[in-house]
């Protein structure tokens, strides 16, 4: 009995003793927390929303993102107008779109379709002048310029017999040159007036004319080969040729005026 009451009385005094401990605790950090500067107890405060305690009043209706998403299918909308699409008179080839056609010479253009020519007009088009290897690879797709004994079902070839028969081929972006040196890619020249640099002592520099369509710099031209492509030569930069554009796909309805 007696070790029971000396148990009670240790018991009393650590409670007392807890109690005395908390009364002067307490109010200290209670002080502390009110003179806290606001920056702090705003950062302590975003440390509880990261936590995952967000009232729901801070959020917006609907982020970027999901806006635009909502938007998709407003206006009838389809997955393949969203992933992109080639225009009617194009041919869809998976990544790109190429004319279906070959460009359209205008009266005043006849003669003058050279390697400038078409690979300007493309782009005023909003397109490219495609290479050999993207025209060979369209063969089995596309009716590109051909011999006249090629299929007019799956090649471009001469059908008028008026002003005679022959076979066809069609410009390409690829460039090859014929002959060595960096002259056989055409030359910057020197215009006349240009004077070299007095501080250096340099002299004037002669005169030369400048060669922006060299002979020796030509583009590959190829042909529908039977759906199979083919190679059909170059031609000299400054000659004119049939050419027919690329595109890149657009989203939603693709239009494009050819001509």
Known sequence: MERLNRSAGIA??????????????????AQKGAQRPKKQAKKAQTVTLVRGKIPAR??????????????LGADGDTAEGLRGS?????????TWCLSSA??????????KNDY???????????????????????APRVKLSSTIDDSRLTATID??????????????STLITTAAGASAAG???V??????????GEPDPVTLPSNPLPETLQYVTVYDNKDKGGFAGGKAVSQPESFRCAYAKVEGSAQREIG
């Open 159 to 172: 059908l008028d017999a008026t002003d005679g028969m022959k076979d066809r081929r069609e410009m390409s």
């Open 102 to 111: 070959l460009y359209p010479l205008a009266d005043d253009e006849v003669g």
């Open 191 to 200: 215009t006349e007036g240009s004077k070299g640099d007095p501080k250096t």
């Open 116 to 138: 400038l020519f078409a690979t300007q007009k493309c782009v005023d088009l909003g397109g490219w002048l495609p290479t050999a290897a993207q025209l060979v690879g369209a």
């Open 58 to 71: 801070y959020l917006p209706a609907t982020v970027a993102r999901a806006r635009r998403a909502d938007r």
């Open 187 to 189: 030359a910057l020249g």
């Open 86 to 94: 080639c225009s009617p008179d194009t041919v869809d080839l998976g």
């Open 12 to 29: 009393a005094l650590f409670v007392a003793l807890l109690a005395l401990v908390l009364a002067v605790t307490v109010p200290a950090l």
